[in-house]
Each structure stands twice: as structure tokens, then as C-alpha cells.
């Protein structure tokens, strides 16, 4: 079983940074595409970026485009999501997802294993 532990949120002024980390478990990591998604009280999971397993395509929401930047290190089974220029919309807990195939997709339901989320709230 692949297990996913994010880590990395918390409360941050508008305009500051945060670094989330998703240590996933596992000998396969390169193999799994990975996502990052972020939900609201009362809402449906969005897609905020994807990676795939190579890490040489990645893919983002137009909401984070040119803020956010997803990577990862193989070599240490970790995903990571640089978040810049954060704004209280920002707002929302933040799960990162694997996928069993190299693929990337913007989809949750796509993906087939969860973390259990971090919250980062951006205050303003």
C-alpha cells in the first residue's frame, strides 16, 4: 500500500511563501504521476498542478499558473509545491495524490491514492 504524507502548511501573510513536501512510500515512486489538489469546506477537490513520473512535464490551474511550482525528487520519493505570491483565496487544505501510471491528469478522480491534506490559510 502507498502511503502519502504531506507536510509544509500553515498561516502565512498575503504575499509570503510556503514550501509543501508529500513523502510517499514505497520503491515505485517514479512510476506514479503525482498531483496536487486543494479543498474548501463544502466544495469538490480542485486541481492545482501535476507532474509526471520523469518530472519532465508538469501542468497547472490557470488560478496558480506562474505562482506555484510543482517538482519532485525521485531520488528522495518526494513531491513538492512551492507556493509564492500567496493570496487568501489561496486558502484550503492541500492533498497531494499519486497516480499508477506516469501520466499526469488534472482529474481526482484519476488518482488513486491520498494524503490526508495540510491546511494553509493565507491571511490578509
Known amino acids: 500500500q502507498v502511503q502519502l504524507v504531506e507536510s509544509g502548511g500553515g498561516l502565512v501573510q498575503a504575499g509570503g511563501s510556503l514550501r509543501l513536501s508529500c513523502a510517499v512510500s514505497g520503491r515505485t515512486f517514479s512510476t506514479y504521476a503525482m498531483g496536487w489538489f486543494r479543498q474548501t469546506p463544502g466544495k469538490e477537490s480542485d486541481f492545482i498542478a501535476a507532474?509526471?513520473?520523469?518530472?519532465?512535464?508538469?501542468t497547472y490551474a490557470d488560478s496558480v499558473k506562474g505562482r506555484f511550482t510543482i517538482s519532485r525528487d525521485n531520488a528522495k520519493n518526494t513531491l513538492y509545491l512551492q507556493m509564492n505570491s500567496l493570496k487568501p483565496e489561496d486558502t484550503a487544505v492541500y492533498s497531494c495524490a499519486a497516480r499508477r501510471t506516469p501520466w499526469s491528469s488534472p482529474a481526482p478522480v484519476d488518482y488513486d491514492y491520498w494524503g490526508q491534506g495540510t491546511q494553509v490559510t493565507v491571511s490578509s
Open positions: 507532474i509526471t513520473g520523469s518530472g519532465a512535464r508538469t
